[in-house]
């Protein structure tokens, strides 16, 4: 956190609104001498302001709805798709309650743009999370993402880029309750940590996951302020905001390149369906609806094909290693034969004759091209229609384009092209190399070991398609298959969230989506939990298409206090040698408990009752093996519970996690539930400290590590 000056927090006790908060009521001072002015009551005029911000808002939302476009439409199609673009522009428009308008204030020293102009007077600006205008067209806030707020998350002391004063406000239920001063040009107020920052940050969750737009910092505003057309990827240990700040990434992209990823699209890419719906909030409260969102199996999700069927670990290894890749490419470029035989094509009373050798000339020459396999059999037929075409030309006809397009649909040529570049289904292709072991060996000589190769093979085959038990890695199989016959369309845009648990196909299924477009890449190497796990970001960026992509390291932690990283920071020395442990910056005394108990259950129970005599949400993690068990107590002792991905509420707070479903998701306490069950979880012991180390790094305030077993070695001191 920057050590940045606030003055003073001015509070109001009552935390109620104040009572000059009239929709209508004019923010500037009264001219009533004895009415309150800014400098006897600025927590007034700042409510005033934000009353009024909220009144312009609705307007702007009524202006969008009251719009007829019965006489702007040329037909039912326009109409339809104008009336879609108002909806949406409606629901962006939309006030939520609990969701500050505007969280800060910027007063500049001079103008924007004119700080060199003589007499120029500074300008004051209200920071929010989407822009507001009055009638008149003039701003009431900014949005965030606008260059003029940059300042209030770059700005500093030693560096106060024209800014006088900033201001930070706090909100209680929506309410303004507070505000924090910091005079960064003035030389005499000394640095000090923010305290309504620290406050915004440690505030108890309830509910999906927030945004942190509020709170961004320095090192993270360069990273969400970073160029579209570059890469970035970054590793961020647990609190560090990573996952916040790529998804603030995108929110500042469509801002900044609107009309280009209206084109294009964006994509988020999160590891499983609770993680979806824990983030799924973040992006419509900063005003953006048309971020879609996926897990990387349903990007490969093909119709007709189901997940049936699972692998063993070292059997999933081996199809996500990237040398399948070039077995599956073999495999298709082997439908490829020679052409043996002249093809004669007959119109009217006319025989044309291509011999072999010029037709086999054009079939190495496409192969030699490397486009996708599809591509060049489309192209193949006109390359025999041009050839025909030549030899009328020759003979004195004057053919067209149509002549030549007919020729290529000429049942002699269609024939040969079936015969010589037959079409490839990926499914099918995919089922025999699974399948045949005299298929899978001739593609995969010199690249899989024969041990490797009996891994992949289906003890039993399927006879077909559809009856086969596919896995989640089959799939991306087919996926990079589908890709060698005909090119995945490629988005603007994509972000890709823990990223560190995917194989080197699933990287290479993901970069197929962005090919054309850029991606920002988030995770963390001491929280890979899959057997495949990336062993270095250089690697995976190489198999996702962007060797080129700028490596960012957030080391700064905000959300884990300072005890509870420490005590998880035992286990990076086994689980990710030389990676750097997070420096939190918060430092909360007794959020740490470690006790062992007799009865591990009901010492569990008790812990999850007093966590609930605290405010915010309770996460109780266990390995997957003991949840059915806990979820019985839970229920026996009239305790409800929510499931991952459920959203809590005020009356609903307690959530059952799986520790295989935790990554990700955070509580404000958490009670965790036996470690060295989580370990044997696994299918290794590497892995299974990692997958503990997700799981002591989801507290907020506080953890109840609690066991009967003897803890792992690694976290013993």
């Not at 939309?94 to 004119?114: I, K, Q």
């Not at 086994?574 to 005394?589: D, K």
């Not at 998701?665 to 539930?673: G, H, M, P, T």
Request: a negative charge; charged letters at 25%.
């Amino acid at each position: 956190m920057p050590a940045h000056a606030p003055e003073t927090t001015h509070d109001d006790p009552a935390a109620k609104p104040s009572p000059n908060t009239n929709p209508s009521a004019d923010p500037t001072p009264s001219a009533d001498p004895t009415a309150p002015t800014a400098a006897t009551d600025p927590l007034g005029r700042e409510r005033s302001h934000l009353a009024a911000s909220r009144s312009a808002l609705r307007a702007m939302r009524e202006d969008v709805e009251s719009l007829d476009i019965r006489d702007v439409t040329a037909n039912w199609v326009n109409a339809i798709v104008l009336q879609a673009q108002i909806d949406d522009r409606i629901k962006a428009l939309a006030d939520l309650a609990h969701t500050p308008l505007f969280f800060g204030r910027l007063d500049y020293l001079h103008a924007p743009g004119a700080e060199l102009a003589e007499g120029a007077e500074g300008e004051q600006f209200y920071i929010g999370r989407r822009h507001v205008h009055d009638a008149d067209g003039d701003p009431m806030v900014i949005d965030w993402r606008a260059p003029v707020s940059q300042p209030f998350y770059r700005a500093s002391k030693t560096d106060p880029q024209d800014i006088s004063l900033r201001r930070r406000f706090g909100y209680t239920g929506g309410e303004l309750t507070a505000y924090e001063d910091e005079h960064l040009s003035d030389p005499a107020e000394a640095a000090a940590v923010s305290k309504l920052l620290q406050q915004e940050i440690e505030r108890p969750r309830v509910g999906p996951m927030r945004d942190i737009v509020a709170t961004i910092q320095p090192e993270q505003d360069e990273i969400v302020r970073s160029g579209l057309s570059g890469s970035v990827c970054v590793q961020g240990g647990p609190g560090t905001g990573k996952t916040a700040v790529g998804l603030h990434r995108v929110a500042y992209l469509l801002y900044a390149h609107r009309d280009r990823l209206a084109r294009t699209g964006t994509l988020v890419i999160g590891p499983n369906r609770s993680f979806l719906h824990y983030i799924e909030q973040v992006l419509p409260a900063l005003g953006e609806l048309e971020v879609k969102q996926a897990t990387v199996d349903d990007l490969v999700a093909r119709p007709g094909l189901e997940v049936l069927g699972t692998d063993a670990a070292e059997t999933a290894v081996v199809k996500g290693d990237a040398r399948m890749a070039q077995v599956l490419s073999r495999a298709v470029r082997s439908h490829v034969t020679r052409p043996t035989e002249p093809l004669m094509v007959v119109r009217g009373s006319r025989r044309w004759r291509v011999p072999a050798y010029e037709l086999e000339e054009m079939v190495e020459e496409l192969q030699k091209r490397d486009i996708r396999y599809g591509a060049a059999r489309e192209a193949l037929p006109q390359r025999i229609a041009h050839a025909v075409l030549v030899r009328m030309e020759q003979a004195g006809e004057a053919p067209d384009d149509r002549v030549q397009d007919a020729v290529a649909r000429n049942a002699a040529v269609k024939a040969v092209v079936k015969e010589v570049w037959p079409a490839v289904e990926p499914a099918k292709l995919v089922l025999r190399l699974l399948s045949d072991p005299e298929f899978l060996a001739l593609h995969a000589a010199d690249l899989l070991s024969e041990d490797e190769q009996k891994l992949l093979l289906w003890p039993k085959p399927f006879r077909s398609v559809k009856s086969a038990k596919w896995s989640a890695a089959d799939l991306v199989l087919i996926d990079e298959a589908t890709d060698l016959v005909e090119r995945t369309h490629s988005l603007g845009h994509v972000v890709l969230d823990e990223a560190q648990d995917l194989s080197p196909m699933q990287y290479r299924a993901v970069g197929r989506r962005c090919t054309t477009g850029s991606a920002t890449v988030l995770g963390d190497l001491a929280q890979g939990t899959t057997p495949w796990a990336t062993r270095s970001w250089d690697e995976a960026l190489t198999h996702l298409g962007k060797p080129q992509a700028v490596l960012e390291e957030l080391t700064a932690g905000f959300r884990v206090p300072r005890e509870v990283i420490a005590y998880a920071s035992r286990l990076l020395p086994s689980i990710s040698p030389g990676l750097a442990p997070v420096s939190s910056v918060r430092e909360t005394p007794g959020s740490l408990r470690i006790a062992e108990a007799a009865d591990l259950t009901a010492a569990v129970l008790a812990a999850c009752r007093e966590s609930l005599t605290h405010e915010g949400s309770i996460g109780l993690i266990a390995a997957d093996a003991r949840i059915p068990a806990l979820a019985e107590a839970l229920a026996a002792a009239g305790l409800p519970y929510l499931s991952p991905g459920e959203e809590t509420t005020a009356e609903s707070r307690l959530t059952l996690v799986p520790a295989s479903l935790a990554k990700g998701l955070e509580y404000d306490y958490v009670v965790l539930d036996e470690p060295a069950a989580i370990v044997d979880g696994e299918p290794d012991e590497r892995t299974g400290l990692r997958r503990l180390y997700v799981c002591l790094t989801r507290a907020v305030s506080g953890l109840s590590v609690l066991h009967t077993a003897a803890l792992p070695a690694a976290l013993l001191p």
